[in-house]
């Protein structure tokens, strides 16, 4: 949750896909649900051409195909799981090409919103 609040303030990040923020239209479902959120939480890059920087500037949290393990990773939907769809039905179901899912698993928070910040310090630099 910590997370998904932290990305929510972040200028170069345009949407965040998380069941624990209040403000989604989904969110009475997982509430009523669970007792705890997920770790798993999806955000898009304002800037959706610099994915690939975005992605490869990270320092804490390892790329991958799929996401699973004990430590944290993240995955661009467009160009991994969700490659072999259009790019038109890739947009239907929201899988922009600045989509990115992130696992969080076992560091620490403040790890993952430096790592998470200097990334989006690089992309804006680039922009």
């Keep these: 949750m910590m997370i998904a609040d932290f990305l929510c303030e972040q200028p170069g990040v345009s949407r965040v896909l998380y069941p624990g923020l209040p403000l989604r239209l989904s969110h009475k479902i997982p509430a009523a ?8 939480t999806s955000f898009e890059i304002a800037t959706r051409n610099l994915v690939k920087e975005f992605f490869t500037s990270l320092k804490v949290v390892t790329p991958a195909m799929s996401l699973c393990g004990v430590e944290s990773t993240v995955t661009v939907p467009a160009l991994t799981s969700h490659l072999a769809m259009t790019p038109e039905d890739r947009e239907k179901c ?5 989509l990115i ?27």
């Design 33 to 40: 649900q669970m007792h705890r959120f997920c770790r798993m």
């Design 94 to 98: 929201g899988v922009t090409p600045g």
């Design 101 to 127: 899912r992130f696992s969080l698993d076992i560091e620490a928070v403040e790890d993952f919103r430096a790592d998470l910040t200097q990334a989006v310090e690089h992309i804006s630099k680039l922009h």
